[in-house]
């Protein structure tokens, strides 16, 4: 199948500083990319949508400046957490879809710790 | 509005046993329906997916599931499990007309016994 890679797979950052996260798909072109968030034992929260291009579609409740999605090119995602705070801590996770295919495929998440 | 409902949130077999995870979905149009296992800390892997053609679905490492439209369901099944199987497993759906979203259920925890 197709990769998704998700780039760090862990960071730990101090309160009040931001953090970038990286998707990248390695082997198609990923007009679609999802970002979600997951808290320990639970399901993923799915964050915003964003397409190539244009601006990402953020869910209800989910702050915009604070969660900057970038998806400037058709291999690259990225989700920069702005000002970091110790509930922003959790499981990020990205997925890329291409044009034509109904399935979506995971990056191995990222592990944010703000101290 | 598309919906998807993990009845259990716990499962514990023993090896070598049975697995039964259930699933049942909620769509106004026809779904696309997925199994996929995450391991902790990890990313999610698709195990199988249903995308309108044939109702029993086959999957990676011994999984199936089959799609029932009459009951709304998309039980998972293992006929043996094994120790590698305990994970994290989310039933998700979706359709073409919700502009291909994914909808997780809030997971299954499977726990294989000795």
Known sequence: GAVV???????????????????????????????????????????????EGSKATYEQGVEKDKFLINHASLTLSTLTVTSAHPEDSSFYICSARDSQGTEAFFGQGTRLTVV | AQSVTQLDSHVSVSEGTPVLLRCNYSSSYSPSLFWYVQHPNKGLQLLLKYTSAATLVKGINGFEAEFKKSETSFHLTKPSAHMSDA??????????????????????QLKVEL
């Open chain 2, 87 to 108: 994970a994290e497993y989310f039933c998700v759906v979706s359709f073409t007309g919700g502009g291909n979203k994914l909808t997780f259920g809030t997971g299954t």
């Open chain 1, 5 to 51: 890679s998700q780039h760090p797979s862990w960071v730990i950052c101090k309160s009040g500083t931001s953090v970038k996260i990286e998707c990248r798909s390695l082997d198609f072109q990923a007009t679609t990319m999802f970002w979600y968030r997951q808290f320990p034992k639970q399901s993923l929260m799915l964050m915003a949508t964003s397409n």
